[in-house]
């Protein structure tokens, strides 16, 4: 027997099946460092204009979880699909290093306290621990794929970048921004500083609710309830409040001044309630028998006096405020202007300032109540019930399951605690009013990250950015130990501090000479030694990080993203900053990102034990099934993870490779400076692949505009195993593998190939980055290193046939893929073994039968079988049961009788054949004769 295996043209290629990525993408990586590729690019793209992303900066502290790998490869997809849109789009890494789990880290470590070694010493070694974790998580970044300027990352801990912030503020400063106050502020016992918002979390607390009953023997009452209580009854205020630990500090009783308050009696003793409250707060007391004596106005009560209820000599008066609220409670509010924002603000107007009870560690001071000396405030809850119990004051007393502010780091409940802080005024020169006009100018994706940060910014208080800690930059302020006024001339003060700052670090602040610096008024000024909020630090950074090319340069970011918490954290103090300085947001787009949870929509968390490490994946099935997971799922809600779907993700993964293949093995003998075929000459077939892969090219680049990726993969999944694995490249398999090598059937075929490939390893790279550098190593044709430098191809074209047009071809598939259909049943029920064995005929239409008849022989390879005829609808016998879904054909199908050729496998060698060798007359001529031709398919 003859081997014809010889004179096909069958695949080859060196392009592996199995991608044994977790073995080869170190060493791609390595050849990217090496090559310095980042520096190619932006070589590559010096003249182009600039779109600049600004990565927000994650904290230097700790191993890389799955939310750090989202956020890294969304970003690092976005600025390699700008590069390729013909941006110059850079990538500079950042990292916040400043702050208190870097202290504690420290402290953990070497067995110390700050407060027993000096403060350089503490910050040296606070800076090394940092720059170490940078170090690790950079490593780990890099990993994913990242391409970035990882050699000049911007670290918020270098000297000039200290300097910056220093300026920053200092410029706030100018502008009269910046004021010093005691008030209250969220505090955290365990980190004894206080925090910001983005620093707070909410969980469920369990917290002792009372009733609480205040008593007045202030003879003006009886005036305003017209001499009502003459029934000899003691009468209460009383209050409702879930922080029994906060009435040592009360100083006064809030109510509201438009509220209709009721004086009832009861068996026992007269109450004053708010109207709408008085069925409700009788329930809870478990009252049956009351009635309602007289009403009043809250505002004719202000100034009345009610006793503290276990405190002597202490008075409460009656103060009116608009913050009481109708749905809890008995519309009073026992009013400590230390441990409440509301509180403060109202007491301010009533002149009642705050007296400061508790300490840093939330213990109580001494001399408040023997019971209370160094007592911790929640411990102390149920000593003071105990108080309120043997003054006959407690009402009621039940527990309350609410939820309650934490700590983001200790997971401890917060509490709000006046101090000495420094804030800045978000009400001056209209900030917070233009800050919101300013939001509506910025892209926020999805749509309602704008009403989200704009709720926020309605209603949030002044920024405390002052922080009791020493790992972090200085507020650089001299404040006169008088007055407390901030030195006049400070703002050209600091620019010898900013100096200094730059070139020693942090510590030329806490090791200034003051005399030095101020002269002979040093003894006039006291030098600050809180330190800046780390949010303020991070939205300093777009001031630092600035880039430019030869052409442009960009001190604006195009985009910021982060995760969907950042509308409170970064996103937040990066607009107020900006707006502060520059009257203008610091970004044209916010794009934000969910959360990852778990297959059971659980969030990720150690404590439940479903976490999966980012690294854990890499190193089991590769960083690209990776980013191919992050690009698959829609980021903009919370993101689904589990070993199911990164099998799945394998399995999108695996088509995607395999058609690369496929297509790679098929060119590899093909030279286009030679074998590249005009596309007037080419194959009809062929002219529709690359003109259909144009149309989807334009697709896929307004799916990576719009940053919805998982469009992308989407759009590549049908690509790839519908339009390309189902039809094209299943189709041309026969004139690729048995025509003449050299003849324009087969070069048409293969420079469709080598064009759709070329648009395909583009359209992958940003997400599929190492596969796509893998392929691009194999591809014929290529003027550069490395896919990174590429734009979109340009040579594909359009079909300009009215004949041959999208609309023909796409029915064209749709039969194809019912015969299929048909086809494969019966290869199930033993009719026939495959599809060449099929000789079928087609009743179809008037309109389809018109279009099919043009393609005349050359029809059997769309359907892939030996024998095709096509007649008329109506001839189509009555026994065919079989009816396609595409109500406009019918099929008839026998097994063919001819011989099978050898070489080409079709079935098409007559019975009566006595020719002495086993192919068919088209395979002879392509092997010995001119060989066949093809127009159509």
């Known amino acids: 027997m003859h081997d014809y295996k010889k004179t096909l043209n069958l695949p080859k290629t060196k392009f592996s099946m199995r991608a044994n990525l977790t073995e080869k993408e170190p060493k791609i990586l390595k050849n990217w460092h090496e090559n310095n590729l980042y520096k190619m690019i932006r070589k590559n793209k010096e003249n182009k204009k600039i779109f600049f992303l600004h990565d927000g900066p994650p904290y230097a502290n700790g191993n890389i979880h799955i939310g750090h790998a989202v ?6 997809i976005i600025i390699k699909s700008k590069n390729l849109s013909g941006f110059d789009a850079p990538y500079i890494p950042s990292w916040d290093c400043h702050g208190l789990p870097i202290e504690q880290k420290v402290e953990e470590k070497l067995g110390i306290l700050k407060t027993t070694i000096n403060t350089s010493t503490f910050q040296e070694k606070c800076r090394t621990y940092a720059k170490n974790q940078v170090k690790k998580q950079k490593k780990d970044f890099i990993r994913l794929g990242v391409i970035g300027d990882w050699e ?4 918020t801990m270098d000297y000039k970048n200290e300097a910056n912030i220093i300026k920053t503020l200092s410029k706030i400063i100018e502008k009269k921004y910046l004021y010093r106050d005691f008030k209250p502020v969220h505090w955290c016992l365990k980190c004894q500083s206080s925090l910001s918002d983005a620093e707070i979390e909410y969980f469920n607390k369990k917290s002792d609710a009372i009733f609480v009953a205040m008593k007045s023997n202030d003879e003006n009452l009886k005036k305003i309830f017209n001499t009502y209580i003459l029934n000899n009854k003691e009468t209460y205020l009383p209050i409702w409040t879930t922080t029994p630990w906060t009435l040592p500090s009360s100083q006064a009783i809030t109510i509201h001044p438009d509220f209709k308050y009721d004086l009832i009696e009861t068996k026992k003793y007269n109450l004053i309630i708010a109207k709408e409250l008085v069925k409700n707060t009788v329930n809870h007391l478990k009252i049956k028998n009351w009635k309602c004596l007289f009403s009043t106005e809250g505002k004719k009560l202000e100034g009345i006096k009610f006793s503290h209820p276990f405190l002597k000599n202490i008075l409460l008066p009656v103060i009116l405020g608009t913050h009481v609220t109708p749905e809890a409670g008995t519309g009073a509010i026992h009013t400590s202007p230390d441990h409440g924002e509301d509180d403060y603000i109202v007491c301010q107007k009533y002149n009642i300032n705050t007296i400061n009870l508790i300490n840093e560690k939330g213990n109580f001071k001494k001399n408040i109540h023997p019971k209370l000396d160094g007592i911790n405030i929640f411990r102390a809850n149920q000593i003071i019930i105990q108080l309120l119990i043997d003054n006959n004051c407690l009402l009621h007393h039940a527990l309350l399951n609410h939820s309650y502010p934490h700590c983001w780091r200790h997971k401890y409940p917060i509490i709000f605690r006046a101090t000495p802080q420094w804030f800045i005024n978000i009400n001056k020169n209209h900030l917070r009013f233009n800050t919101i006009k300013e939001i509506k100018k910025v892209s926020w994706i999805p749509k309602w990250g704008k009403s989200k940060i704009e709720e926020m910014i309605k209603n949030r208080p002044d920024w405390c950015i002052s922080r009791q800690r020493q790992w972090g930059v200085p507020i650089s302020v001299f404040i006169n130990k008088k007055t407390n006024q901030i030195h006049p001339k400070n703002s050209l003060i600091m620019k010898k501090i900013i100096k200094k700052v730059k070139l020693e670090g942090i510590q030329a602040w806490w090791n200034i000479n003051l005399k030095e610096i101020l002269g002979e008024e040093f003894n006039l000024y006291n030098q600050n030694f809180d330190i800046l909020d780390v949010w303020f630090e991070s939205g300093s950074t777009h001031r630092s990080i600035k880039y430019k090319n030869n052409k442009n340069m960009k001190n604006h970011a195009d985009m910021f993203l982060e995760g969907s918490d950042q509308h409170r954290g970064w996103f937040m103090s990066s607009l107020m900053i ?8 610091p970004y ?13 929509g ?27 997971w992050v690009a698959s799922s829609n980021y903009s809600n919370d993101i689904t993870i589990s070993e199911e779907i990164l099998k799945r993700t394998s399995d999108i993964y695996r088509r995607i490779r395999n058609t690369a293949r496929f297509m790679l093995a098929n060119i590899n003998d093909f030279d286009p400076n030679k074998n590249i075929i005009p596309k007037e000459k080419m194959i009809y077939l062929d002219q529709w692949a690359v003109s259909h892969t144009k149309i989807l090219q334009e697709e896929i680049i307004l799916l990576y505009n719009k940053y919805n990726f998982h469009g992308v993969i989407q759009r590549l999944m049908h690509f790839c195993s519908i339009e390309m694995g189902s039809f094209y490249l299943d189709v041309i398999k026969d004139r690729q593998y048995t025509l003449q090598k050299n003849s324009l059937e087969r070069r048409s075929c293969q420079t469709a190939i080598y064009y759709i490939l070329h648009a395909l390893v583009r359209w992958i790279s940003p997400i599929l980055s190492f596969t796509a550098n893998e392929i ?29 047009n999208h609309q023909f071809w796409n029915q064209l598939i749709e ?5 299929n259909k048909f086809i494969e049943k019966e290869i199930k029920n033993n009719k026939i073994k495959n599809s060449l064995e099929a000789s079928i005929i087609l009743y179809v239409k008037p309109e389809i039968k018109e279009k099919l008849d043009v393609l005349g022989k050359e029809l059997k390879f769309i359907f892939l079988t030996s024998y095709v005829v096509v007649e008329d609808y109506e001839k189509a016998p009555k026994n065919i049961k079989q009816s396609f879904l595409f109500s406009k054909c019918k099929i008839s199908l026998e097994k063919s009788q001819d011989k099978k050729c050898e070489r080409c496998w079709h ?16 395979c002879i001529s392509n092997t010995q004769g001119d060989g066949e031709k093809r127009i159509f398919i």
């Open 776 to 804: 691009w190593e194999y591809l014929p044709g290529k003027n550069s290193k490395y896919v990174f430098t590429e734009e979109w191809f340009n040579k594909l074209f359009k079909l300009n046939n009215d004949l041959f």
């Open 578 to 585: 900006s707006m502060l300085i520059n009257q203008k947001a």
């Open 152 to 155: 000049n990352s911007h670290l």
């Open 815 to 819: 039969i194809k893929n019912e015969i």
């Open 602 to 628: 659980q969030k990720m968390s150690k404590s439940i034990g479903n976490t999966i490490s980012p690294n854990d994946i890499i190193n089991t099935l590769g960083a690209d099934i990776l980013r191919l």
């Open 71 to 76: 956020n890294k490869i969304l970003k690092d």
């Open 588 to 600: 044209s787009e916010v794009l934000t990102h969910g959360f990852v949870v778990d297959g059971k």
């Open 907 to 922: 079935y098409n060698i007559p019975i009566t054949n006595k020719q002495t060798y086993n192919i068919c007359t088209r």
